[in-house]
């Protein structure tokens, strides 16, 4: 039926009429309808984060250029360049494209159009690509860096590029999380293990400072948003922060205890660069059906006091140490067994795999499985060949975020690296500029 044929509050008054003349149970259904309608529409507005969609998309890998360990950080108008790559398991030959998009500080699209953040294209073809050599899974690995020729950043902030096949924009393989940042303030930031809750104990502070001295801003109390994150976990990173207090233009975040983390325990790690000698936590390498599989040490749940243990809080690094060129082409795939000792399973929660390797999501791939047999949970993911940080995760049912300390423990002397990330939206604007960036990590000592 055509609205035009009704005056607006005559048609409100029909509909409403009709409503009512419906029976209890069909309005019952109709209002059911609407609530599942509207979390369906707020599901496209929930944040974005690094993901890969498709089955054949293997190890992607965001960070910028000649640094290892980086997080995907860029200063606007410098010289970094991010680098993103991925592997696409066989060796035919496919058509990748991206696009990029602006976002706001909480990882929803920005109102910004392409012209508004970006100079030149949108989007591009990947051309840059190279097929495995002599490994036992066929794959071919794509590359690509920001900026470029074709793609320059006008404003800082979040962006998102997606990656897609066959000019499918709507139907994207996988997508990758990145900043610009454009440092206009300072930051100082401290990890302490007397917080407000227990002094050396399982937990660990944050007391921030926001210097806006030579920076403008017109209502600092509402137009700053911080969001900080502990080892680039996303699940229980912090947002909403409000100033404890502001004075000679310096907001301070302390004594809050919104900023109170888990210590957590070192992530455990493995390297299985070469198959030809079990290295840092590997049991045993395994040939079957010409197919070597890696089997780690099977963990146990840790209990007693903190243990120091080198790590790069959750990262990993693919390497191969038979390569002649580029491990990134010749490392091969295998399967990786992880165990977790258990007496009896977690009945009021799940245990998961996390780790920048798959990006600490918990989703079905992450979640270990519990074998009564056997006595310990198990799941197999396949990983490329180099070294890698993890951790096992409890997830309580019906709750987030994960906590440690089922599986880890969780102690202040833990070594955790926190990102703090300040965001600005002048009155008026409409998106969130990125305007100050600072990591610091805690030195497990008083």
Not at 39 to 49: I, N, Q
Request: aromatic content about 14%.
């Amino acid at each position: 039926m055509n609205n035009d044929f009704f005056p607006h509050n005559d048609w409100g008054i029909l509909c409403t009429f009709a409503f009512l003349t419906l029976s209890m149970q069909t309005r019952r259904l109709i209002i059911l309808l609407i609530l599942i309608c509207g979390r369906l529409v707020s599901h496209g507005t929930e944040p974005l984060r690094t993901r890969i969609f498709a089955p054949n998309i293997k190890s992607l890998i965001a960070g910028v250029e000649g640094e290892k360990y980086s997080l995907p950080h860029i200063a606007l108008g410098s010289d970094q360049v991010l680098g993103i790559r991925f592997d696409e398991m066989s060796h035919d030959t496919r058509t990748f494209s991206y696009r990029v998009l602006h976002c706001n500080a909480d990882w929803t699209p920005s109102e910004l159009t392409s012209s508004e953040y970006l100079e030149g294209f949108t989007n591009a073809d990947i051309t840059t690509f190279e097929r495995s050599m002599n490994t036992a899974y066929l794959y071919t690995h794509y590359r690509f860096t920001l900026p470029n020729g074709d793609i320059r950043f006008k404003v800082s902030g979040n962006y998102l590029v997606q990656i897609y096949e066959d000019n499918r924009q709507d139907h994207p393989s996988a997508q990758v999380c990145f900043v610009v940042y454009d440092p206009k303030v300072g930051i100082d930031a401290a990890v302490r293990p007397n917080t407000d809750t227990e002094i050396n104990g399982r937990y660990q502070q944050l007391d921030i400072t926001v210097n806006l001295s030579g920076y403008y801003v017109r209502e600092p109390m509402n137009e700053i948003k911080l969001v900080v994150r502990q080892n680039n976990r996303t699940d229980n990173e912090v947002t909403g922060l409000r100033p404890t207090s502001f004075a000679g233009n310096r907001l301070m975040y302390t004594n809050n205890r919104s900023l109170i983390f888990e210590g957590g325990s070192e992530f455990r790690s493995f390297d299985f660069s070469s198959v030809y000698a079990a290295g840092r936590g590997i049991e045993e390498v395994t040939i079957h059906n010409q197919q070597a599989e890696v089997w780690l040490v099977a963990d146990k749940v840790r209990r007693g006091a903190y243990e120091f243990d080198f790590d790069v809080n959750g990262r990993f690094l693919i390497h191969h140490q038979e390569a002649f060129y580029d491990p990134h082409t010749e490392a091969d795939y295998l399967p990786v067994h992880f165990r977790l000792l258990a007496p009896q399973p977690f009945f009021d929660g799940w245990v998961y795999i996390g780790g920048e390797f798959n990006y600490n999501r918990m989703d079905q791939s992450a979640r270990m499985n519990y074998n009564n047999d056997r006595k310990q949970y198990e799941q197999t993911i396949l990983l490329k060949q180099g070294g890698y940080n993890y951790q096992y995760r409890f997830v309580p049912k019906g709750q987030q975020p994960a906590t440690l300390m089922r599986t880890e423990g969780s102690y202040w002397q833990t070594r955790n690296e926190y990102t703090v990330y300040v965001y600005h939206r002048p009155w008026g604007e409409r998106y969130d500029k990125l305007i100050g960036i600072r990591t610091v990590t805690n030195t497990g000592t008083d």
